[in-house]
């Protein structure tokens, strides 16, 4: 079975940091490109970061460069979204999803998507 499962969400306070797992059982991660995605309540969801296959191009959205940092260990099957600096306007359930090779801004062309976890950024 394919699958995509998030992990490392949870609550934190304003300027804190966070790191979010990707880790695929399945399928192993080499040949493809993961996007790191989140959805607020109320709002579409939109591409946050994403990292090719090879791991040499990553992609960032406007308001999380330079706090935001995608990475991957293929050894370990796992993608990661290194997250500082978090501001309450990242407060949203991130998604982690697959494509071959290539990255993509748009969700729809994404093939595996993991469950969701929450981030919650609060005093």
């Known amino acids: 079975q394919l699958q995509l499962v998030e992990s490392g969400g949870g609550l934190v306070q304003p300027g804190g940091s966070l790191r979010l797992s990707c880790a695929a059982s399945g399928f192993t991660l080499n040949d493809y490109a993961i996007g790191w995605f989140r959805q607020a309540p109320g709002k579409e969801r939109e591409g946050v970061s994403c990292?090719?296959?090879?791991?040499?191009?990553?992609y960032y959205l406007d308001s999380v460069k330079g706090r935001f940092i995608i990475s991957r260990d293929n050894a370990k099957n796992t993608v990661y979204l290194q997250m500082n600096g978090l501001k309450p306007d990242d407060t949203a359930v991130y998604y982690c999803?697959?494509?071959?090779?290539?990255?993509?801004?748009?969700?729809?062309?994404?093939?595996?998507w993991g469950q969701g976890t929450q981030v919650t950024v609060s005093s």
């Open positions: 990292i090719r296959s090879s791991g040499g191009s990553t």
């Open positions: 999803a697959s494509r071959r090779y290539l990255c993509s801004g748009s969700a729809a062309v994404y093939d595996y």
